[in-house]
Nanobody, 121 residues
Framework: QVRLVESGGGLVQPGGSLRLSCEASGGFLSIDAMGWYRQAPGKEREMVATITGQHTTNYAASVKDRFTISRDNAKNTVYLQTNSAKPEDTAVYYC???????????????WGQGTQVTVSS
């Protein structure tokens, strides 16, 4: 069974940093891309950053130059380094994976349960 488990969320002061991690388990034939999305109260879920297996990255304009996504293919783990945090970064952050599990014939998207990030003094 595929599981994505996030960790590293919490409270951070404005200007501070956090490192989020997400480990995928359950067995995969292929992983095309991994990424981070976030959802703030009263808002729709939005893409924060994505990374392909070849480490090509894509960022939302609001986090570009502040956040860095990286990936360890051997560990099926994706990271998000959040620097220069702002109050508007407060949200639940969700890990996302596009791939084909060994138990599936289809490539599909998988989601983690989310981790809260709160930026406040």
């Amino acid at each position: 069974q595929v599981r994505l488990v996030e960790s590293g969320g919490g409270l951070v002061q404005p200007g501070g940093s956090l490192r989020l991690s997400c480990e995928a388990s359950g067995g995969f034939l292929s992983i095309d891309a991994m990424g981070w999305y976030r959802q703030a109260p009263g808002k729709e879920r939005e893409m924060v950053a994505t990374i392909t297996g070849q480490h090509t990255t894509n960022y939302a304009a609001s986090v570009k130059d502040r956040f860095t996504i990286s990936r360890d293919n051997a560990k099926n783990t994706v990271y998000l380094q959040t620097n220069s945090a702002k109050p508007e970064d407060t949200a639940v952050y969700y890990c996302n994976l596009k791939g084909r599990a060994t138990s599936s014939v289809f490539t599909r998207y998988y989601w983690g349960q989310g981790t809260q990030v709160t930026v406040s003094s």
